[in-house]
């Protein structure tokens, strides 16, 4: 007979037992992922790689996944070398663009595990050719370079991506920075910034007493087993790297990207493997011990936390080098992964590493409209894939399905609090009211110089964001901060099962009239002289001045304060995250009894001293700058030859017409026929033109 106490054992097992079962049926089974042939997530990968490859035109991709130390699967898909019909290899180079600065970072934590530098301190201690305008920059750390949070303008993109070497270009971004201002106080905010990471590897070189390129390929590169990374210092071996195309399929020159620090590794799936499992092995891969654990825990901290940051964006979490520690597509699933993303000019890569689950991705791929957003598209349908396969997660999310929220009512006051001129780095917004009590944006367009809707008829919701009807998904709302109000963005992204918020402006007003310094330079018109001869910078040399109600408009449409002085117009956008990237003071210098103007490292002539092409035969001799010179022919009332010589077989020169549209390009010599009109030579190397 069973007693009471019995009884009562008797049930307690029988729900334990119901609990357990209900744990078994409803909580997903983690599988030892040692031996998973993850079947599915290769035949999805395979599958994304194709719909992409086929909707963006991309030439070539090529993807690698680990699980642990063990490459899972690495294939190429597409062609090389289209003309010849060559598929990619393993062995096949990418840039991969920006994801180098991944090892600037791993290189400076080297030392500071060596204790030969600290995080905190101060990068003159260790760097004393270092210096700018603004007294601060004493106070820049070496944190502050690999988070973002330096304060520097941005990027000297002058020499920065050419199709022959350049070897000099991060000693040329410390002679820009000594006549440059900071754009914010060292530390307060983090905004996208690779002049940080070319410091730091002019802070390796100072340091260590070897080349940047050197101590990478010692320290990390070989003791790896990377064998197929290199920086291009010279032209590499023929078919060893992926070629590039235009949007129209023409293929492009192979590109030197001398950021080196910044984005210049080239590399291919394979090797990209292996610098993950070093970090999933928390700064060790077999035998080869990188960093110490407290050094990967370091770079994974939120560097953003601190700052000033209006809105929390998931996807700009910037870690140490890592663009956010936060990645949102798997943070959606409850699964913390950390991530950076790399882009040139028709070639775009993103690597990600799922530290808990031991999983890792690499994605590359060139040409046609293959965008960063397509790497993170690919990277997130295989991760997902491969947490369902190892029982991390019951199944793929499904892509966020749009219902407008109910409307609520923002009073006059609020909306007209709202409405206003927003700046960034890459375009001006203007946001005015629409009927009843919508809101629309505007986009100003700097060459047909007039404003185009971008969003209408945007409603306050219940959660305070602006939505319409239309597009439920893409949501605005303002916020107030540190006495600024700014401009939020909140999209779906990526796989596109989760949403992200970006502060995508600052509003702007004007509280005195343009200065007449600068009001009389908004008839001026300039061009640039000092960029490399085959920069694409080229392809639009001129740069004028605008005016929106007595703030400045460079050619880009970047505000400025032109109340700084009367030679100095100054950066005045406090934005984190990527819209407050790349700023430039316009800087008014006196040459040659004119003004010219710099914008960063860049110099430009006045249009209207360009010396004019007289006819019969000119010498034309560059000065002891290098400088590329200009002349123009004038009103030509009738059709001629133009013959140009260089006196280098291959020097090399442009010819634009009245509206600097450039109608030819070319090396050595060549006769061109010109119609009546008028027209702008810029010549490269010395020359003569008979005409």
Same mark, same amino acid.
């Given at each position: ?288 011990? +990188?960093?110490?654990? &407290? *050094? ?5 901290? =939120?560097?953003? #936390? !601190?700052? /000033?940051?209006?809105?929390? @964006? ?29 882009? +040139?000019?028709?070639? &775009? *890569? ?5 530290? =808990?689950?031991? #999983? !890792?991705? /690499?994605?590359?791929?060139? @040409? ?324």
């Amino acid at each position: 007979m069973r007693t009471t106490e019995n009884l009562s054992k008797v049930g307690f097992l029988h729900f334990l037992f119901l609990a357990c079962l209900a744990l078994i049926v409803f909580v997903p089974v983690r599988v030892c992922s040692a031996d998973l042939p993850y079947t599915a997530t290769i035949a999805e990968g395979r599958r994304a790689v194709k719909e992409i490859m086929e909707r963006t035109g991309a030439s070539s991709v090529s993807v690698a996944f680990t699980d642990g130390d063990r490459l899972v699967w690495t294939e190429t898909f597409g062609y090389a070398d289209r003309a010849s019909g060559t598929p990619p290899t393993k062995e096949t180079m990418y840039c991969i663009g920006s994801t180098s600065k991944m090892f600037a970072t791993v290189a400076v934590m080297k030392l500071v595990d060596r204790g030969l530098i600290a995080l905190d301190e101060p990068v003159v201690k260790h760097l004393k050719s270092f210096r700018m305008l603004s007294p601060e920059y004493r106070q820049i750390t070496v944190r502050m370079l690999l988070n973002h949070s330096s304060g520097f303008p941005g990027t000297d993109y002058r020499n920065a991506f050419t199709t022959t070497p350049f070897k000099d270009y991060s000693a040329q971004v410390l002679e820009t920075l000594a006549t440059e201002r900071l754009k914010h106080a060292p530390g307060y905010l983090s905004v996208y910034c690779n002049d940080g990471f070319t410091v730091a590897e002019q802070l390796i070189a100072s340091v260590t007493g070897k080349s940047y390129p050197r101590f990478v390929e010692d320290e990390i590169l070989k003791p790896l087993g990377m064998k197929s990374s290199r920086y291009m210092l010279d032209y590499p071996p023929e078919g060893s790297a992926a070629k590039r195309y235009d949007g129209k399929g023409r293929e492009l020159p192979f590109m030197f990207v001398n950021v080196l620090a910044s984005g210049g590794l080239y590399s291919t799936p394979s090797d990209m493997a292996r610098f993950a499992m070093m970090l999933i092995g928390k700064g060790r891969l077999g035998d080869a011990r +990188i960093l110490s654990e &407290k *050094a990967v825990a370091e770079m994974a901290k =939120d560097q953003t #936390l !601190a700052s /000033f940051n209006p809105v929390k @964006s998931n996807m700009v979490s910037y870690g140490l080098g890592w663009d956010t520690v936060r990645q949102p597509g798997l943070g959606a699933v409850g699964v913390t992964a950390w991530q950076k993303g790399g882009a +040139i000019p028709f070639m &775009k *890569a993103l690597f990600t590493v799922v530290p =808990d689950e031991r #999983l !890792a991705a /690499f994605v590359v791929g060139a @040409s046609g409209n293959f965008s960063s957003n397509d790497t993170i598209v690919l990277m997130e349908r295989l991760l997902l894939n491969a947490l369902v396969e190892k029982g991390r997660i019951p199944s793929v999310p499904s892509p966020l399905k749009g219902k407008a929220l109910p409307e609520k009512t923002a009073s006059p006051a609020e909306l007209r609090s709202f409405a206003g001129c927003y700046g960034r780095s890459d375009s001006l917004l203007r946001v005015s009211g629409g009927r009843g009590q919508s809101l629309s944006i505007y986009r100003y367009d700097p060459e047909k110089k007039r404003w185009g809707a971008w969003q209408k008829g945007l409603t306050m919701r219940s959660d305070g964001y602006f939505a319409s009807k239309a597009d439920p998904l893409q949501a605005f709302a303002f916020r107030t901060a540190d006495g600024r109000q700014y401009l939020i963005n909140r999209s779906v992204a990526g796989y596109g099962h989760y949403q992200d918020n970006e502060v995508i402006g600052q509003k702007v007003t004007v509280t005195a009239a343009l200065p007449a310094s600068w009001k009389k330079r908004l008839a001026r018109h300039w061009l640039m002289i000092n960029d490399n001869p085959t920069s694409d910078a080229w392809e639009a040399p001129g740069a004028d001045l605008g005016n929106y109600g007595g703030l400045l408009l460079s050619s880009d449409s970047q505000v400025v304060d032109p109340t700084l002085s009367d030679s100095r117009a100054g950066m005045m956008l406090v934005i984190p995250q990527l819209k407050g990237r790349d700023l430039n003071d316009l800087v008014i210098e006196n040459r040659a009894g004119d003004e010219w103007l710099r914008l960063g490292s860049y110099l430009f002539q006045p249009r209207e001293t360009v010396e004019k092409l007289a006819p019969g035969e000119t010498t034309i001799v560059l000065g002891p700058d290098g400088n590329s010179e200009w002349r123009v022919i004038d009103r030509l009332n009738k059709a001629k030859t133009l013959t140009i010589s260089p006196d280098l077989p291959d020097g090399s020169w442009r010819l634009y017409d009245a509206r600097l549209k450039q109608i030819e390009r070319g090396k050595g010599k060549k006769t061109l026929p010109l119609a009546g009109g008028t027209y702008y030579l810029l010549f490269h190397d010395n020359a003569r033109v008979l005409f």
